[in-house]
């Protein structure tokens, strides 16, 4: 009598092999998936990043845009004509006077000097000595240039976000002068005094194309009254 022969057949390991490469199959599809889903939130989270740091800079902007010292500008003497305008919004440039909030480092484009009471003068660049009782208010004009996909700041077109589908600017205007009633958006801004607030519409767009273009809304109160 002979012994039964232990083992697998051939129909078994071929049922084993088909059963792993299922199994193996399965478990790559899976980890691709997952490495997909994480690099698309990582992709999603850096846009969210890049809007919240430019937005934001903005936003601190905007609030100060208009502040030329603590008297009006008609008592400010050698005031450049730019003074006249601090906000405007043309060819895809959006220009401000603002406070030198953002690059103290840095040297202002104007220094306005004043005792908030009787007098104030601008100077170009930063004016150092004060007499007793001065106040110095530096100021710096700032363009934001939306240029090839690319949002750039300063006269010398420093890049600073690349990436950038759209960027809007419309402006919040009052039915009446001295009023924050009946406000509307309108892309041309024809009277500064009937300024309240500015509108910024950011479009970012994921270079790797793993997610859909992000967009985002910042609106933003002046905290001053143009001329």
Request: aromatic share 8%.
């Amino acid at each position: 009598m002979s012994n039964p022969r232990s083992g697998f057949g051939l129909i078994e390991l071929m049922v084993a092999l088909a059963l792993g490469m299922l199994v193996v199959l399965g478990m790559t599809q899976m980890f691709s998936s997952c490495r997909e889903a994480y690099l698309s939130q990582q992709s999603s989270a850096m846009l969210q990043e890049d809007a919240r740091y430019v937005l934001s800079k903005l936003a601190r902007e905007i609030r100060m845009a208009g502040m030329l010292g603590c008297l009006s500008i008609d008592r400010i003497v050698d005031a450049p004509p730019v003074f006249k305008t601090p906000v405007s919004w043309q060819g895809g440039v959006l220009r401000m006077i603002s406070p030198d909030v953002a690059l103290q480092a840095a040297k202002p484009d104007w220094t306005v000097v004043s005792d908030c009471a009787t007098y104030a003068r601008a100077y170009p660049g930063a004016k150092m000595t004060l007499a007793p009782g001065e106040m110095a208010f530096p100021l710096r004009e700032l363009f934001y240039r939306f240029e090839h996909g690319q949002l750039k700041i300063g006269p010398n077109k420093t890049v600073l976000l690349d990436n950038v589908a759209a960027f809007d600017v419309s402006f919040g205007i009052a039915d009446l002068a001295g009023s924050h009633s009946g406000l509307r958006y309108e892309y041309r801004l024809a009277k500064g005094s009937s300024l309240r607030s500015i509108r910024i519409g950011l479009t970012l767009r994921d270079r790797t194309g793993r997610v859909k273009d992000q967009a985002y809304l910042l609106e933003v109160a002046l905290r001053n009254l143009l001329a």
